[in-house]
């Protein structure tokens, strides 16, 4: 489906994964999923959210842990991800997933499912790094920091966990989307 369409929804569902590392191939796997279900039929509300550390069953990288925080201590007691698997599912049901960078996390989620014997997701997806690219002609930096920067987003929440960065990508796809449907309109 085409961006116009799909933004012309009302329910998203914004998430972000923390890994042990940059590829399920080589092994590495999620340590944190954050969702956050936003309602925008009526303003922007947040109707419902989904955040679980999860048992990567490897340990994590000390220069990975540096970064999100997140070190094996506070996993180990965490569900694995196939105990969390179908509620997670159940949660993001057929929603549309807004995603920064969606390749990543997708690789990681895919891989997550494959793992416990579950099917791809086929849910459509918006990258907000794509949103930007669209509204930010001209830019080249298109990441999360530099989308907010640009939209004046106050990024004072727990940077690189999973959650921290769902409120900060929920905002600025709120605030992209807009502009999107403004220029659609426009040009109309």
């Given at each position: 489906?085409?961006?116009?369409?799909?933004?012309e929804?009302?329910?998203?569902?914004?998430?972000?994964?923390?890994?042990?590392?940059?590829?399920?191939?080589?092994?590495?796997?999620?340590?944190?999923?954050?969702?956050?279900?936003?309602?925008?039929?009526?303003?922007?509300?947040?109707?419902?959210?989904?955040?679980?550390?999860?048992n990567?069953?490897?340990?994590?990288?000390?220069?990975?842990?540096?970064?999100?925080?997140?070190?094996?201590?506070?996993?180990?007691?965490?569900?694995?991800?196939?105990?969390?698997?179908?509620?997670?599912?159940?949660?993001?049901?057929?929603n549309?997933?807004?995603?920064?960078?969606?390749?990543?996390?997708?690789?990681?989620?895919?891989?997550?499912?494959?793992?416990?014997?579950?099917?791809?997701?086929?849910?459509?997806?918006?990258?907000?790094?794509?949103?930007s690219?669209?509204?930010?002609?001209?830019?080249?930096?298109?990441?999360?920091?530099?989308?907010?920067?640009?939209?004046?987003?106050?990024?004072?929440?727990?940077?690189?966990?999973?959650?921290?960065?769902?409120?900060?990508?929920?905002?600025?796809?709120?605030?992209?989307?807009?502009?999107?449907?403004?220029?659609?309109?426009?040009?109309?």
């Amino acid at each position: 489906m085409e961006l116009s369409n799909l933004l012309e929804k009302q329910v998203f569902c914004v998430l972000d994964t923390e890994t042990t590392g940059l590829s399920p191939r080589s092994g590495d796997r999620i340590v944190e999923i954050a969702v956050y279900k936003i309602d925008l039929s009526n303003g922007y509300r947040l109707s419902d959210k989904y955040v679980k550390l999860i048992n990567p069953e490897r340990y994590i990288p000390l220069s990975v842990s540096k970064i999100h925080g997140i070190y094996d201590y506070h996993v180990e007691k965490a569900p694995k991800f196939f105990e969390i698997c179908e509620s997670f599912l159940e949660f993001i049901g057929n929603n549309i997933l807004v995603i920064q960078n969606a390749p990543f996390d997708l690789s990681f989620l895919n891989n997550e499912l494959r793992l416990c014997s579950h099917l791809s997701l086929d849910n459509e997806i918006i990258d907000t790094i794509s949103m930007s690219w669209k509204v930010f002609r001209g830019h080249t930096r298109h990441n999360l920091d530099s989308i907010c920067q640009r939209l004046n987003i106050n990024t004072a929440v727990q940077r690189h966990r999973a959650e921290g960065d769902v409120i900060i990508t929920a905002e600025a796809f709120v605030k992209m989307r807009e502009m999107l449907i403004k220029k659609t309109e426009h040009s109309d």
